[in-house]
């Protein structure tokens, strides 16, 4: 059977509230878009909630709704997917927990979550200096072992090996969510006795960090959002198609790596304003042109921005986006795009720029196809068009253009991808 191509841009904390120095718009409102705007006249537009409540308003969260993940049964948390992303193995008895390299203030308050954007050179050697300082020393029950994996900038990982220690029963908060609160008041702590241990190993691990790190600019780490390798399902098998992912971040490529796509790795890609768009628009075409059915492209600037309270930053990466990216790829595979070949834009997770923290409620999402009377990238007209507002998944990129006609949100089944086991040190 013959697979309509797509390609899905998905722009991450891309949406966000209607601001003030905008006149009431919001950033989407104000920014020169015109290749969405373009898909949104052509297409047909709604809006879907990718982060029901219960999960948290997290990236891996919604990217696996978007691809159509069953969040109460896959959802493992970010530090497995970046393993997986890296190829690290993980046992049985493997922990990973995403761990930010972050700046503390003097007064004990989160300065920055990202380090300043930690460059590779700081990076990989205060990655170094914890494994030498911390895990080679790290006395804890026979048997047990601590490593640490650097990741892309300030996004590394911290393994814990042994059968004490757990990743659901430890409650985190995410540093994106606190700067400027006082980092004590936000420690790993356990949901339960079983989780007592776990949570008392990542708190000597900040401590221990701290000295280690003192008079870097990245000086502290913050470990969060942890779990235990699992099983996902794959969205190449469950569809029966060629799919490919083309992102800058370990959780993102991870994800689609345990989903069964092919990652396709960009030089320059750097999850940040300064990232490769050309390189990925690139990347994209290509993958089209060598017959992949599905690809998914993820932008992680359009959220690093909103976390900074940059609004100026905000619009000039949106209209990079739209511009350097979609408005690339538009040219190189034509407006007249064939009947079997849809293109696709996405805001994973709204983003409120002014606090520079998540929401839930989604701005607006666009299937290229039949006409529902949109104009633009407007909320007020998205919540009108065809497709209307949905939970649930984006159904309509990893189903409905490959097998005609489905709803959005679909039964369950189709082959699950263990994520990568074995000994995890």
Not at 121 to 143: C, F, R, T, V, Y
Not at 170 to 197: I, M, Q
């Amino acid at each position: 059977m013959k697979h309509a191509q797509t390609v899905l841009f998905l722009g991450d904390g891309m949406a966000d509230e209607p601001v003030a120095e905008l006149g009431g718009r919001t950033p989407l409102q104000a920014a020169n878009t015109p290749n969405m705007d373009w898909i949104a006249a052509h297409g047909r537009c709604g809006q879907m909630l990718t982060l029901p409540d219960g999960f948290p308003t997290s990236s891996d969260v919604a990217n696996m709704s978007v691809l159509g993940g069953d969040l109460a049964t896959e959802l493992c948390g970010r530090g497995p997917l970046e393993a997986a992303s890296q190829g690290i193995e993980m046992g049985p008895d493997d922990v990973v927990f995403r761990m930010n390299l972050v700046t503390v203030a003097p007064d004990g308050t989160l300065k920055d979550f990202s380090g300043g954007h930690v460059g590779a050179a700081e990076q990989h050697e205060a990655i170094e200096l914890l494994n030498a300082k911390i895990a080679d020393s790290w006395m804890g029950n026979p048997g047990e072992s601590i490593r640490f994996y650097a990741g892309v900038s300030y996004r590394n990982l911290v393994l814990l090996h042994g059968a004490a220690f757990s990743g659901r029963e430890v409650a985190y908060d995410k540093p994106d969510d606190n700067s400027g609160n006082p980092v004590a008041e936000h420690l790993p702590r356990a949901k339960s006795p079983a989780g007592e241990y776990t949570a008392a190993v990542l708190r000597d691990i900040i401590a221990k960090a701290a000295e280690v790190l003192k008079g870097r600019n990245a000086n502290g780490v913050w470990p969060w959002s942890g779990g235990k390798a699992g099983a996902i399902h794959s969205v190449s098998a469950r569809y029966g198609i060629r799919g490919a992912i083309v992102a800058a971040v370990d959780v993102i490529n991870g994800l689609g790596r345990t989903m069964g796509l092919d990652v396709i790795k960009v030089p320059g890609a750097t999850g940040y304003i300064d990232t490769n768009y050309e390189g990925k628009a690139d990347a994209a075409i290509k993958a089209i042109r060598d017959g992949y059915d599905f690809v998914y492209v993820h932008i992680e600037s359009t959220d690093e921005v909103s976390h900074e309270q940059n609004l100026k930053l905000k619009l000039k990466t949106l209209e990079d986006f739209d511009g350097r990216l979609i408005g690339r790829v538009r040219a190189a595979l034509g407006d007249k795009v064939p009947a079997r070949r849809g293109a696709g834009r996405g805001a994973d997770i709204r983003r409120d720029r002014r606090a520079g923290g998540r929401a839930r409620p989604p701005e607006g999402r666009r299937a290229h196809g039949p006409s529902a009377g949109v104009k633009d990238e407007r909320r007020i007209q998205c919540e009108d068009g065809e497709a209307g507002g949905r939970r649930g998944h984006l159904r309509a990129h990893t189903r409905a253009y490959y097998r005609a006609r489905a709803p959005l949100v679909g039964q369950r089944g189709g082959e699950h991808r263990p994520l990568p086991r074995g000994r995890g040190a």
